[in-house]
C-alpha cells in the first residue's frame, strides 16, 4: 500500500498561481496511476486531474483545462499539480489519490492523502 501527503496549499488572489505537491510513500509511485481530486464546503468531492503511471497520458476536467497542470516525478515519488489563473470557483480541499487505473471516479482509488485547502480571493 502507499502513504500519500498533500501539501502546497493556501490563500491566494484571483488570477495567481499554486502549486501542490503529493509526496507518495511505501509502495513505489509508478504502481498507481495518480489524480487530484476537489472538495468545496457542501459539495461532493469532484474530479481534477489524473495521469498515467509512466506520465504519458493525462485528463483533466472541463473547469480546468488549459489553467492547470498535473505531472509526476516518480524518481521522487510525488505527484504536482501546476494551477494558473485560479478564480473563487477553485477554492475547496485538494487531495491527491492513488489507484491503478486513471479514472475520473472516486471509487477507483484506494488511497488518499490528507487534503490541502486553497483559497482564492477576489
Known amino acids: 500500500q502507499v502513504q500519500l501527503i498533500d501539501s502546497g496549499g493556501g490563500l491566494v488572489q484571483t488570477g495567481g498561481s499554486l502549486r501542490l505537491s503529493c509526496l507518495a510513500s511505501g509502495r513505489a509511485l509508478n504502481t498507481y496511476a495518480m489524480s487530484w481530486f476537489r472538495q468545496a464546503p457542501g459539495k461532493e468531492r469532484a474530479f481534477v486531474a489524473t495521469i498515467s503511471r509512466r506520465g504519458t497520458s493525462t485528463d483533466y476536467a472541463g473547469s480546468v483545462k488549459d489553467r492547470f497542470t498535473i505531472s509526476r516525478d516518480n524518481a521522487k515519488n510525488t505527484v504536482y499539480l501546476q494551477m494558473t489563473k485560479l478564480k473563487p470557483e477553485d477554492t475547496a480541499v485538494y487531495y491527491c489519490?492513488?489507484?491503478?487505473?486513471?479514472?475520473?471516479?472516486?471509487?477507483?482509488?484506494?488511497?488518499w492523502g490528507q487534503g490541502t485547502q486553497v483559497t482564492v480571493s477576489s
Open positions: 489519490a492513488a489507484g491503478f487505473i486513471p479514472s475520473r471516479g472516486t471509487n477507483e482509488y484506494n488511497y
